[in-house]
C-alpha cells in the first residue's frame, strides 16, 4: 500500500523504528505495537480510503479479526482530502471521529515574545526522562491514572529507545530544574523530521516557552539533523496552532481517524 498522507506516512515511519510491526494488506495496513498494546494509535488499520457506509461493520470485524486481542478499535484512513462528514458513518456506529491538522514547515523564524527564563536543552538522563512521565501526567490529568501511567511510561520507552538510536532528540524547556514544556523531533524519512508529543504544563502556558522551544527544536532539525521539511500534525481546535503558524508552520492536509475507546476509557 502506497501511503499518500503526509502524516500518517510519518506516524508509521517514527512507529517502525520504535518497533512497530505493520502488515500490508493491499488496501489497508495492520498496525500492531506488542510491547504497548494499549496504544490505541500503535495498534491500528490504516486504510487507504474512506469507505462506504455499508461498508463500516465489515471493516470494524476485520479490526477484530488482525488485533483480537484488541479492547478499542482505531482506523486511519489514508484520505487526506477527506473531511469529518465522510466519516459520518463511523459517528453512527458510536466511533469518535477526529481530523488533525498536518502541518509543515522548510524554514522558521523566532516567535514574536520568546521565553529567555528556561533552559533549553535535550532529555538525556534516566532523571529527565522521568520528568517526562510525569510532564505527560500532569498535561492530561483527566484519564484513569493507573492504566494510563503504565501506557505513558511504556511510550517514554519507545521514545527513548528512538533517541538511543541517534534518530533524532527529545527537547525540554526547564524553570529551575524541572521539565515543563517538552517535545520531540525525529527523522521520518529522506529529508523529513515528525515533531512528536508537544506538551507545556497547564500552570506555565501562556509564557512563550512552547513556541520557544519549537523555535528551538526547528533549528536542531533543518541544522543538524539536515531535514528539508518539518511536520507537526495539530488540533485544528486548540490555541497552540496559533503558535505553529507564528513560527512558521503552515497548514498541509487533514489526518482523518475514527476511534472507539474501551468502556472503562471513555467512562474515565
Not at 491538522?101 to 534516566?126: F, I, K, Q
Not at 527537547?171 to 524519512?189: E, H, P, W
Request: net charge negative; proline share 5%; charged share 20%.
Amino acid at each position: 500500500m502506497n501511503v499518500r498522507s503526509l502524516g500518517f506516512r510519518t506516524d508509521l515511519a517514527l512507529l517502525e523504528r520504535a518497533g512497530s510491526a505493520i502488515e500490508d494488506c493491499g488496501d489497508h495496513l495492520v498496525v500492531r505495537s506488542p510491547s504497548n498494546p494499549t496504544f490505541y494509535w500503535g495498534n491500528f488499520l490504516l486504510i487507504d480510503h474512506v469507505p462506504a457506509a455499508d461498508r463500516v461493520d465489515a471493516w470494524l470485524e476485520r479490526f477484530v479479526a488482525a488485533l483480537p486481542a484488541a479492547r478499542h478499535r482505531s482506523l486511519g484512513f489514508d484520505a487526506p482530502q477527506a473531511t469529518a462528514a465522510d466519516l459520518a458513518a463511523f459517528a453512527d456506529r458510536g466511533l469518535d471521529v477526529d481530523v488533525a491538522t498536518v502541518m509543515t514547515a522548510t524554514s522558521v523564524h523566532p516567535p514574536a515574545h520568546p521565553n529567555s527564563e528556561a533552559a533549553y536543552r535535550t532529555l538525556a538522563s534516566d532523571g529527565d526522562w522521568c520528568q517526562s512521565v510525569e510532564l505527560t501526567l500532569a498535561c492530561n490529568d483527566e484519564y484513569e491514572p493507573l492504566g494510563h501511567r503504565t501506557f505513558v511510561e511504556r511510550r517514554a520507552a519507545s521514545n527513548r529507545v528512538l533517541v538511543e538510536a541517534g534518530d533524532g532528540a527529545w527537547f525540554g524547556a526547564f524553570l529551575d530544574g524541572t521539565l515543563v514544556s517538552q517535545m520531540g523531533l525525529v527523522m521520518a524519512g529522506p529529508s523529513l523530521a515528525r515533531f512528536q508529543l508537544v506538551e507545556t504544563h497547564p500552570d506555565v502556558r501562556g509564557r512563550g516557552l512552547a513556541g520557544t522551544l519549537v523555535h528551538h527544536v526547528s533549528r536542531y532539525g533543518f541544522d543538524t539533523l539536515g531535514a528539508e521539511t518539518l511536520v507537526m500534525v495539530a488540533d485544528p481546535e486548540y490555541l497552540a496552532i496559533r503558535l505553529y503558524r507564528s513560527v512558521g508552520f503552515s497548514d498541509s492536509e487533514s489526518q482523518l481517524q475514527a476511534e472507539r475507546k474501551p468502556a472503562a476509557d471513555r467512562a474515565a
